[in-house]
């Protein structure tokens, strides 16, 4: 029973004991207890004489940014609540117990939760506690900073690309590759040999507005990469040597890059504007000892004068070879040395020409010189057409010769070509002109001989060079072919290769045999040509080649031919405005009472005209007053006749007033007289 007693004891003091600890434990989880053991817990811990910390002390953690550097370097410390001002970063050498004794370190409060801190230059390598100085208090920051020897690090720079930059937009922009660069942009440092450390640019506005020696920004692509924008090298332009400095130290050796002070579509342009001055300097000269030509009344410009051959008035093939590659060399050359001065910054020496183009230079004279010396013993090529044209250069008389075909093909291509290598070219690596290959030279110089011996085995072809006409004639001339036609127009031609076995085309319609015939004296020194013959036509009236200009074609027996309009100087009437006087003139007046007014070209003393009124008849008006005082011809100038009519037989109305020359040539034109109220 007494044993009973006990164990009932034992176990309500054990449940009393449970009951209070749960107690204890619900009075400890509610906010105003935890709040006032807190209160008691820093009241016993602070002492009697310390001020009460503030609520937002400072907490320092060891976030940095970097961790591990070399000396010379930035580092970020993060913490909360910093003070806008007055914060110092210390490194601690060892153990001290007050911040100041330690290594200062120039300090930059970022915002209220950064810090930046340089790392003195002469730090030695370790790992150091940090500490910060806050309005004189000292505050420990958990961590420490590593600080690594500067042979352990070295900075290196592999590479810089591109090699070669070129202006766009403000400054320049390359990459940087290489090993150990600063995390921070302003720890990685660009020193350009020999002109010293690259400081930023004022502002981004300022380094447009001038270009002195400075650069926008650094950015850390990553430890082994780096992006330079906004870098202006003032007057440095060309090859110029890169370091890059993180604290103490510096890549080595220096990395070359170049700087263009153009673009290469600049330089090309550049280049065709200094080929042009060139070009409009050339044509000026020869304006001066050259001149023009006129053909057919239409006026060739200087330059278009060089490429004619003067004997036939056509383009001569030899003379565009060697000016074409004569431009295309020139302009070459002056790209290629815009390229060394403003690209590539070589200021030494001239740029080099390769030892094949003095052979390509002799390949195009000799030719032109060969071509010239074959005219002169064998003739010159048919005339073609009245004027020049680009078909010249693949034809002869009007004919395509194979010969001329590919020798003009081939020095548009290798021209062309040259001159797309030249340009297609890296322009900071172009040192001197492409190399012409041998085989290319070999054939240019095949293409040479085939043009000059197809020059050789040719005949001449036909040039007119003078054209007179003989008065119309309504009888047969004594050498006149059985079958004639009346009126014959006789055209004297004058001019070297001319064919008395020729054929004719009037305004490129082929006449028949009847239609035409040709004589003239044989050229002893040319057998089978001459210098002079005549042309006469059949049937003139009908045909209506007296009338108006026409094309006489002269092709000989081989089809080269040679062209040439007559009458060279025709008569033409301006539209006619008639005015009639409605008074007749004062007395003694040479005119009768009524003219017609004619203006015009060509006009000469002699000239007749006809009058056919609208379903009337034809009739003469002489040149001279005639006794009955019927109209006639005033001749006043070349360019203006006064008919002088008769109103009784020239009255109002539509009529067709016929102009006939003193040969017999003529020109027609509507008019309507209108009488005068």
Same mark, same amino acid.
């Given at each position: 029973?007494?044993?009973?007693?006990?164990?009932?004891?034992?176990?309500?003091?054990?449940?009393?004991?449970?009951?209070?600890?749960?107690?204890?434990?619900?009075?400890?989880?509610?906010?105003?207890?935890?709040?006032?053991?807190?209160?008691?817990?820093?009241?016993?811990?602070?002492?009697?004489?310390?001020?009460?910390?503030? !609520?937002?002390?400072?907490?320092?953690?060891?976030?940095?940014?970097?961790?591990?550097?070399?000396?010379?370097?930035?580092?970020?410390?993060?913490?909360?609540?910093?003070?806008?001002?007055?914060?110092?970063?210390?490194?601690?050498?060892?153990?001290?117990?007050?911040?100041?004794?330690?290594?200062?370190?120039?300090?930059?409060?970022?915002? +209220?939760?950064?810090?930046?801190?340089?790392?003195?230059?002469?730090?030695?390598?370790?790992?150091?506690?940090?500490?910060?100085?806050?309005?004189?208090?000292?505050?420990?920051?958990?961590?420490?900073?590593?600080?690594?020897?500067?042979?352990?690090?070295?900075?290196?720079?592999?590479?810089?690309?591109?090699?070669?930059?070129?202006?766009?937009?403000?400054?320049?922009?390359?990459?940087?590759?290489?090993?150990?660069?600063?995390?921070?942009?302003?720890?990685?440092?660009?020193?350009?040999?020999? @002109?010293?450390?690259?400081?930023?640019?004022?502002?981004?506005?300022?380094?447009?507005?001038?270009?002195?020696?400075?650069?926008?920004?650094?950015?850390?692509?990553?430890?082994?990469?780096?992006?330079?924008?906004?870098? #202006?090298?003032?007057? #440095?332009?060309?090859?110029?040597?890169?370091?890059?400095?993180?604290?103490?130290?510096?890549?080595?050796?220096?990395?070359?890059?170049?700087?263009?002070?153009?673009?290469?579509?600049?330089?090309?342009?550049?280049?065709?504007?200094?080929?042009?001055?060139?070009?409009?300097?050339?044509?000026?000269?020869?304006?001066?000892?050259?001149?023009?030509?006129?053909?057919?009344?239409?006026?060739?410009?200087?330059?278009?004068?060089?490429?004619? $051959?003067?004997?036939?008035?056509?383009?001569?093939?030899?003379?565009?070879?060697?000016?074409?590659?004569?431009?295309?060399?020139?302009?070459? #050359?002056?790209?290629?040395?815009?390229?060394?001065?403003?690209?590539?910054?070589?200021?030494?020496?001239?740029?080099?020409?390769? @030892?094949?183009?003095?052979?390509?230079?002799?390949?195009?004279?000799?030719?032109?010189?060969?071509?010239?010396?074959?005219?002169?013993?064998?003739?010159?090529?048919?005339?073609?057409?009245?004027?020049?044209?680009?078909?010249?250069?693949?034809?002869?008389?009007?004919?395509?010769?194979?010969?001329?075909?590919?020798?003009?093909?081939?020095?548009?291509?290798?021209?062309?070509?040259?001159?797309?290598?030249?340009?297609?070219?890296?322009?900071?690596?172009?040192? !001197?002109?492409?190399?012409?290959? $041998?085989?290319?030279?070999?054939?240019?110089?095949?293409?040479?001989?085939?043009?000059?011996?197809?020059?050789?085995?040719?005949?001449?072809?036909?040039?007119?060079?003078?054209?007179?006409?003989?008065?119309?004639?309504?009888?047969?001339?004594?050498?006149?072919?059985?079958?004639?036609?009346?009126?014959? %127009?006789?055209?004297?031609?004058?001019?070297?290769?001319?064919?008395?076995?020729?054929?004719?085309?009037? $305004?490129?319609?082929?006449?028949?045999?009847?239609?035409?015939?040709?004589?003239?004296?044989?050229?002893?020194?040319?057998?089978?040509?001459?210098?002079?013959?005549?042309?006469?036509?059949?049937?003139?009236?009908?045909?209506?080649?007296?009338?108006?200009?026409?094309?006489?074609?002269?092709?000989?027996?081989?089809?080269?031919?040679?062209?040439?309009?007559?009458?060279?100087?025709?008569?033409?009437?301006?539209?006619?405005?008639?005015?009639?006087?409605?008074?007749?003139?004062?007395?003694?007046?040479?005119?009768?009472?009524?003219?017609?007014?004619?203006?015009?070209?060509?006009?000469?003393?002699?000239?007749?005209?006809?009058?056919?009124?609208?379903?009337?008849?034809?009739?003469?008006?002489?040149?001279?007053?005639?006794?009955?005082?019927?109209?006639?011809?005033?001749? !006043?100038?070349?360019?203006?006749?006064?008919?002088?009519? +008769?109103?009784? !037989?020239?009255?109002?109305?539509?009529?067709?007033?016929? %102009?006939?020359?003193?040969?017999?040539?003529?020109?027609?034109?509507?008019?309507?007289?209108?009488?005068? @109220?």
């Amino acid at each position: 029973m007494r044993q009973e007693l006990a164990l009932i004891a034992v176990v309500v003091g054990a449940l009393s004991v449970s009951a209070m600890v749960a107690a204890d434990a619900t009075l400890a989880a509610s906010p105003q207890t935890l709040k006032a053991k807190k209160k008691r817990q820093a009241k016993r811990n602070t002492p009697n004489n310390a001020p009460s910390a503030p !609520e937002n002390r400072p907490g320092i953690s060891s976030a940095l940014e970097p961790s591990e550097i070399t000396a010379g370097q930035h580092v970020i410390l993060h913490a909360d609540h910093f003070p806008l001002k007055g914060a110092q970063v210390f490194l601690k050498r060892g153990d001290e117990k007050i911040c100041s004794t330690g290594i200062p370190a120039e300090t930059q409060v970022k915002d +209220d939760q950064t810090l930046l801190f340089l790392v003195p230059s002469n730090t030695a390598a370790k790992s150091y506690p940090l500490c910060v100085v806050i309005d004189n208090k000292d505050v420990p920051v958990s961590g420490s900073l590593t600080v690594q020897p500067d042979s352990g690090s070295p900075v290196r720079v592999d590479a810089i690309y591109p090699l070669t930059n070129y202006p766009v937009g403000k400054g320049f922009d390359f990459e940087i590759a290489g090993k150990n660069f600063a995390r921070l942009p302003q720890d990685n440092v660009i020193e350009v040999l020999n @002109q010293g450390l690259v400081p930023l640019c004022a502002s981004a506005k300022n380094a447009g507005a001038s270009p002195t020696f400075c650069l926008t920004s650094v950015e850390v692509i990553s430890p082994a990469r780096l992006k330079v924008r906004g870098f #202006y090298p003032s007057s #440095y332009y060309g090859p110029i040597q890169i370091r890059v400095h993180v604290g103490n130290n510096a890549s080595d050796p220096p990395v070359s890059v170049t700087f263009a002070a153009a673009t290469p579509q600049w330089v090309a342009i550049a280049a065709a504007a200094v080929f042009g001055a060139l070009a409009v300097l050339f044509v000026g000269l020869l304006r001066k000892g050259l001149g023009s030509s006129t053909i057919d009344g239409q006026k060739l410009n200087t330059l278009t004068s060089l490429f004619l $051959d003067r004997e036939t008035n056509s383009y001569s093939l030899s003379k565009l070879q060697v000016l074409a590659w004569t431009a295309v060399i020139v302009y070459a #050359y002056i790209y290629l040395f815009l390229c060394r001065t403003l690209i590539q910054g070589d200021f030494s020496t001239f740029p080099g020409v390769p @030892q094949n183009i003095p052979q390509l230079f002799f390949v195009a004279a000799g030719t032109t010189v060969a071509a010239a010396a074959i005219t002169v013993n064998r003739g010159s090529k048919g005339a073609g057409p009245i004027g020049p044209s680009m078909a010249d250069f693949i034809s002869t008389g009007g004919v395509v010769a194979g010969d001329r075909f590919q020798f003009f093909i081939w020095t548009i291509v290798g021209c062309m070509g040259y001159v797309y290598l030249v340009v297609r070219n890296d322009p900071a690596k172009l040192a !001197e002109l492409p190399t012409l290959p $041998d085989n290319f030279l070999y054939l240019m110089g095949v293409s040479s001989a085939g043009y000059l011996g197809g020059k050789l085995v040719r005949k001449p072809g036909p040039v007119i060079k003078a054209l007179s006409i003989s008065p119309v004639a309504d009888v047969a001339p004594a050498n006149a072919p059985a079958g004639f036609m009346p009126p014959i %127009l006789t055209l004297n031609l004058k001019g070297e290769n001319l064919e008395l076995k020729a054929t004719v085309k009037i $305004d490129g319609k082929p006449l028949r045999g009847d239609m035409f015939w040709v004589n003239g004296i044989a050229d002893p020194q040319q057998a089978g040509f001459c210098t002079e013959v005549n042309v006469s036509l059949n049937d003139a009236r009908t045909s209506g080649y007296l009338d108006g200009s026409h094309i006489l074609t002269l092709v000989n027996s081989d089809s080269q031919a040679a062209e040439v309009k007559f009458p060279i100087d025709p008569m033409s009437i301006d539209p006619v405005a008639t005015f009639i006087p409605a008074q007749p003139p004062p007395a003694g007046a040479a005119d009768v009472p009524a003219s017609l007014v004619i203006t015009g070209k060509s006009f000469v003393t002699g000239i007749t005209a006809e009058w056919t009124p609208e379903g009337g008849q034809l009739r003469q008006i002489p040149s001279v007053a005639p006794q009955d005082g019927g109209p006639y011809v005033v001749f !006043e100038s070349a360019t203006k006749l006064r008919v002088n009519r +008769d109103p009784e !037989e020239m009255r109002a109305g539509k009529g067709k007033l016929t %102009l006939v020359s003193p040969i017999g040539l003529r020109v027609s034109q509507t008019v309507n007289i209108v009488q005068q @109220q």
